[in-house]
C-alpha cells in the first residue's frame, strides 16, 4: 500500500466519530471507509433491519466463522485500492480491526472522549440506526454492554491522540486541524 494518511477513529456509541470523519472529508479530501459499512450492506441483503444489536451479531458471527481481523482485512483492501492520499476509519472498536494496519507508516488511532449524557443526547438527534431515535437510556446502557463496544475504552488508551468532543462542533474542528499538523510531521 503506497503510503497514505489512515486515520483511525476510536470512541463509544456517539462520540463524535462520524462528525470528526465528515470535517475530514469536507476539509482534507478524506475517504471514508467504514467498519460497519460491509455489515450494513449484508443486514440490507438479507432485508434485516439495521440496528446496533444486528450490526454486532452479524459482526461477531463473521470474526467466528471467518477469523477475528476479517473486517480489519476487508478494510486494507478498501484502503489500498482508494485513490485517495487521507482515509478515515470512523469506527475502529476492536484490536482485532487494526491488525493489517498497524504495520502501515501513516496509520494512526485518535480517540474521541465524550461524556455519556452528551453521547445519549447526540444518538437520539442523529438517528443513525433504526432504533436510535426511540432508544431509552436503559437501551442505550445496553447497548454499551454490547461485545463490539466494551473494548473500546482499552483500545482507546492505546491511542496516540485524543479529542475531546465535549464541547462545540467548532472547537472539536479545531482540535481535528491540531491533529492534522501533528500527524502530517510524524
Known amino acids: 500500500m503506497a503510503k497514505k494518511l489512515i486515520i483511525g477513529l476510536v470512541g463509544e456509541i456517539a462520540s463524535g466519530k462520524d462528525t470528526a470523519a465528515a470535517y475530514l472529508k469536507k476539509k482534507y479530501g478524506a475517504e471514508t471507509i467504514s467498519f460497519s459499512q460491509p455489515l450494513r450492506d449484508i443486514l440490507d441483503r438479507l432485508f434485516i433491519t439495521q440496528t446496533r444489536e444486528n450490526l454486532a451479531n452479524l459482526g461477531i458471527a463473521l470474526r467466528k466463522t471467518f477469523s477475528q481481523d476479517i473486517l480489519s482485512k476487508v478494510i486494507a483492501q478498501e484502503i489500498a485500492t482508494s485513490k485517495k492520499k487521507i482515509a478515515v ?45 426511540t432508544k431509552t437510556w436503559s437501551q442505550f446502557l445496553k447497548d454499551s454492554k454490547l461485545s463490539t463496544e466494551i473494548q473500546i475504552n482499552k483500545l482507546a488508551k492505546t491511542c496516540k491522540y485524543k479529542l475531546d468532543n465535549n464541547s462545540t462542533k467548532k472547537d472539536l474542528e479545531k482540535q481535528i486541524d491540531r491533529l492534522m499538523k501533528s500527524a502530517a510531521a510524524d
Open 89 to 133: 476509519l470512523p469506527n475502529v472498536r476492536l484490536k482485532s480491526d487494526t491488525v493489517y494496519l498497524d504495520s502501515e507508516p501513516g496509520f494512526v488511532l485518535v480517540s474521541i472522549e465524550t461524556d455519556m449524557k452528551t453521547r445519549f443526547a447526540r444518538l437520539k438527534k442523529r438517528g443513525q440506526n433504526a432504533d436510535d431515535k
